[in-house]
Each structure stands twice: as structure tokens, then as C-alpha cells.
Nanobody
Framework: VQLQASGGGLVQAGGYLRLSCATS????????LAWFRQAPGKQRESVAV???????SYSDSVKGRFTISTDNAKNTVYLQMNSLKPEDTAVYYC?????????WGQGTLVTVSS
């Protein structure tokens, strides 16, 4: 499985961005999709998870502001990020776990200015 993330950029606090992650295979065959982020000097953390059946979960730091969704026809998972804060600045990675293997996209940088 290959994951290609895009959509990062520079935005002012309070703004929004939508990240995209295109998968090389059919999303219908994937039970778990997630977005992680890693800020400078910090560990990578999970921010949003999408599981088969449409269940979603979010970290407390982004709950109510970020939304993970999928477009099965495009084999793409999205992360809509609203009300962005400077502390959301990080490299964002899409992730899936399939048949015992962890797959990561290449990361896309999100910078939120105050």
C-alpha cells in the first residue's frame, strides 16, 4: 500500500486547511486509516482515526475542529482542519495498518502563524 499525502501549507491562526491522502489500493479493503502529526522536538501523535463502518475518533487537542473522512471512489482519506492554532503546526502523516504492516505517507507540513 502506498500513501501520498498533500494539502499542507502556511495558514493564519483561525484558518483552515484540508489534507488529502491518496491510497494505492481500494479503501474498501482497508479497515483502519489515521492521521498522525509530529511537531518539532515532539513525538508523533495520532490526531484522527477512521475505521471500517465509519467510526471515527479524535485526540482531545483537535476534537471539534478536525474531521476525518473518506471518498471511496477516489481511494482518498481527508483531514479537514478548522480553527487552526499555532500549536497545530507539525508534519502530518497519513497511516494505515494492513495485514500486520504499518504504512506511512511521506508527510505534509502544516504551519499555523499567530
Amino acid at each position: 500500500v502506498q500513501l501520498q499525502a498533500s494539502g499542507g501549507g502556511l495558514v493564519q491562526a483561525g484558518g483552515y486547511l484540508r489534507l488529502s491522502c491518496a491510497t494505492s489500493g481500494s479503501i474498501n479493503n482497508i479497515n483502519f486509516l489515521a492521521w498522525f502529526r509530529q511537531a518539532p522536538g515532539k513525538q508523533r501523535e495520532s490526531v484522527a482515526v477512521f475505521t471500517v463502518g465509519g467510526s471515527t475518533s479524535y485526540s482531545d487537542s483537535v476534537k471539534g475542529r478536525f474531521t476525518i473522512s473518506t471518498d471511496n471512489a477516489k481511494n482518498t482519506v481527508y483531514l479537514q482542519m478548522n480553527s487552526l492554532k499555532p500549536e497545530d503546526t507539525a508534519v502530518y502523516y497519513c497511516n494505515t495498518f494492513l495485514k500486520g504492516t504499518n504504512y506511512w505517507g511521506q508527510g505534509t507540513l502544516v504551519t499555523v502563524s499567530s
